[in-house]
Each structure stands twice: as structure tokens, then as C-alpha cells.
């Protein structure tokens, strides 16, 4: 059932990112959810729209659940995270910060910014860690669509690489 549950999440996270992709910044995307199933709020990559370096989907999505974060946290309500892709150490700061206790995300990010893993291996924070589920890559179709985004995120124009090529063709003019 869980199973079932989460693919209707991450499709939406999904979704969020394919949107990211289409105004020209990371694909990534993320949705929050509350015990009951309710969406508390959506978030998607905007550190190109915005000019924001720390516009990253997960914490858009905390950003965006406003109050409820708070509320949850006093209620003792159990929020699910889902996002497209493994988050980042901000992110991981973020996700421990709002007291989400459950992370699910679709595809690993080992060769990237990938943190929740490196930093839960430290066992720096294990007090906070250990109140997370994790589940990582849990559907190997949607898997196989984020990193198909995550490849065509290569050839943007506002790929970091991109820029560069851009700016050193500015500079040759
Ligand atoms: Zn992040």
C-alpha cells in the first residue's frame, strides 16, 4: 500500500522537476505530506528563475508548508518528504530542521551534491538521523525518468558548463 502511496507522491515530485527543467534550472522536484495522506506543500529547483543559489526544491517545499512545519512539530505529526532527487547537505540541514520523519527520494546522488547519506554516515547527528526514515531509489521506472531529466539537464543553456563555454566564447568576441 505504502508502495503504492509513495509512486503517487514522487510522480508529483516529478512532475515538479520536469517543470523545473522547462524554465531552465535543475530538474528537481519535491512534495510534502502529512500522516493523513494531505499535501502540505510543493517545491521545485528555482535557483536559476530566482537567481538563488539556495532555491533548492526541498527547501522550497519547507518554505512553502509555511505554519504547518511548526504545527507538526508540536503536534508530534509525522510529515513525509518526497523529492526527486537525493538531497543535498542544505537540504539534509533542512529536512532535520523541519522534524520531516520520513524522506523518500528517487534516485541516488552518489557523483553529485548527494548528502543525506554521506552526512547520516558520519554519525555526527545520529540523535536527529535516527528519528528519519529514509528509502532510497524505491521505484526503478521513476528512477529511470529523473535520471533521464538529469541528462537532459547536461545540454541546458544554464548548466554550470554551459555558462562557462558561454563566457569564455564572450570573452574570445
Ligand atoms: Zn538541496
Request: one cysteine or more; hydrophobic letters at 35%.
Amino acid at each position: 500500500m505504502d508502495r503504492v502511496k509513495d509512486r503517487y507522491y514522487l510522480e508529483l515530485a516529478l512532475q515538479e522537476a520536469s517543470k523545473a527543467l522547462e524554465e531552465d534550472t535543475y530538474p528537481v522536484g519535491a512534495v510534502i505530506v502529512d500522516g493523513d495522506g494531505q499535501i502540505v506543500a510543493t517545491g521545485r529547483n528555482r535557483v536559476h528563475t530566482r537567481k538563488d543559489a539556495t532555491a533548492h526544491a526541498e527547501m522550497e517545499a519547507i518554505r512553502n508548508a509555511g505554519e504547518s512545519i511548526f504545527k507538526a512539530k508540536v503536534n508530534r505529526e509525522h510529515f513525509t518528504m518526497y523529492t526527486s532527487l537525493e538531497p543535498c547537505p542544505m537540504c539534509t540541514g533542512g529536512i532535520l530542521f523541519a522534524n520531516i520523519s520520513r524522506v523518500v527520494w528517487l534516485l541516488n546522488d552518489d557523483m553529485g551534491f548527494g548528502g543525506y547519506k554521506k552526512i547520516k554516515d558520519t554519525n555526527a547527528f545520529d540523535s536527529k538521523f535516527c528519528k528519519v526514515i529514509a528509502v532510497e531509489e524505491p521505484l526503478d521506472d521513476l528512477k529511470e525518468q529523473q535520471k533521464e531529466l538529469m541528462e537532459r539537464w547536461l545540454s541546458n543553456p544554464n548548466h554550470v558548463h554551459n555558462l562557462r563555454k558561454g563566457a569564455i566564447e564572450g570573452k574570445v568576441k
